[in-house]
């Protein structure tokens, strides 16, 4: 908390990356706002300050709805796709598994591992979001207005694998229980079952054993996701999208963040399957370690589940991206459109030309 405060003071009392950070006032006009980008947030009626507590908190707020609804509402298809990974020779294809898995349990066994689900990924979202928002204002201000805009893909990687860091602490003990409880028949079914169970047998250890290698999952999906929906948001206004940004109503803008959302989802499922593999095969195999998880899986086994990964993931990525602005026109937040090249920057290069 003091940390995490600590950050959000830096962000605001900084006065550098005005693309990143302005002092908007939420009754002030555009007029009273830098031309970097600011101007079309300001120019609507906000409800806060654009890096405020409140902006930072409802962030949040945003990040726990879209992981935690999406993550749950595909729980199914994440079952079957553990299931896969861990035991393919039995559930082989998305199609058979599905099939095996309604069979021994029924209907019902869809759903379980939802309980942990829900609860890690929403904590999981909050730090997500929250944080990026954070790091991306702090990181934007230490490296200043020209170098945030040219630089801003290394911007939007650094500030999301910060981000991802915290949130990854903040998921691993709901997923160690979930695996276990979706791939280990027998086990437990229930959160208030397995949970318990875990920390009798093997302690708080048990519950972040597999925390590296879903640092190695999560961070490089996380990166891609910022990084690749910034830079894709970008490239729809600016080549598909047939009118300014300015000029797009509020439906509008949330279909092009929703396509550019599912776009970067593709590129994450493929960027992090192995180790979402290993993280699987690792919380079912007690006593196993990361090393020990890849060489039992092999190259080729690391890829199992592919198919229904790109397909969960992809919808998932441009659902929460969708839900998250959703969150930020709801409650009026400042929604600064994509950045521009600043007219330092500008005049700079017209200089050496």
């Known amino acids: 908390?003091?940390?995490?405060?600590?950050?959000?003071?830096?962000?605001?009392?900084?006065?550098?990356?005005?693309?990143?950070?302005?002092?908007?006032?939420?009754?002030?006009?555009?007029?009273?706002?830098?031309?970097?980008?600011?101007?079309?947030?300001?120019?609507?009626?906000?409800?806060?300050?654009?890096?405020?507590?409140?902006?930072?908190?409802?962030?949040?707020?945003?990040?726990?709805?879209?992981?935690g609804i999406t993550h749950t509402a595909v729980v199914p298809l994440d079952l079957v796709k553990c299931r896969i990974q861990v035991n393919p020779e039995k559930y082989g294809g998305i199609v058979n598994g599905f099939r095996l898995t309604v069979q021994e349990g029924g209907m019902k066994e869809l759903a379980k591992g939802w309980a942990p689900t829900a609860i890690g990924y929403s904590a999981q979202g909050l730090c997500k979001f929250g944080f990026y928002e954070v790091f991306k204002i702090v990181y934007g201000n230490a490296m200043g207005e020209e170098n945030a805009f040219l630089w801003r893909t290394s911007l939007y990687l650094v500030a999301s694998a910060s981000a991802e860091f915290f949130a990854d602490i903040a998921l691993c003990p709901m997923e160690a229980v979930k695996v276990r409880i979706q791939t280990q028949p027998g086990w437990s079914s229930t959160l208030r079952e397995g949970f318990p169970r875990i920390l009798k047998e093997e302690g708080i250890n048990g519950f972040y054993k597999g925390l590296v290698p879903l640092w190695a999952r999560q961070i490089p999906y996380t990166m891609m996701k910022f990084s690749c929906f910034e830079r894709t948001l970008e490239a729809l206004y600016k080549y598909v999208v047939p009118k300014p940004r300015?000029?797009?109503?509020?439906?509008?803008?949330?279909?092009?963040?929703?396509?550019?959302?599912?776009?970067a989802g593709v590129f994450c499922a493929i960027v992090s399957h192995p180790a979402d593999t290993i993280v699987s095969k690792l919380n079912n195999a007690p006593g196993s370690n990361f090393v020990s998880a890849a060489k039992a899986l092999g190259l080729k086994g690391m890829w199992k589940g592919l198919g229904p990964r790109i397909i969960m993931i992809g919808t998932l990525t441009a659902l929460q991206w969708f839900i998250y602005d959703s969150v930020k026109v709801y409650f009026r937040l400042p929604r600064p459109p994509p950045p521009?090249?600043?007219?330092?920057l500008k005049r700079k290069l017209a200089q050496q030309q």
């Open 1 to 67: 908390g003091i940390m995490f405060r600590s950050l959000i003071e830096t962000a605001r009392n900084n006065p550098l990356a005005k693309p990143f950070l302005a002092e908007a006032n939420c009754q002030t006009k555009s007029s009273d706002v830098s031309g970097t980008g600011m101007a079309a947030a300001a120019a609507e009626e906000t409800s806060c300050e654009f890096g405020s507590n409140k902006y930072y908190a409802l962030c949040g707020f945003g990040g726990i709805l879209s992981c």
């Open 246 to 263: 300015s000029e797009c109503n509020k439906s509008e803008q949330l279909m092009v963040t929703f396509t550019a959302g599912y776009i």
């Open 340 to 344: 521009e090249m600043p007219e330092s």
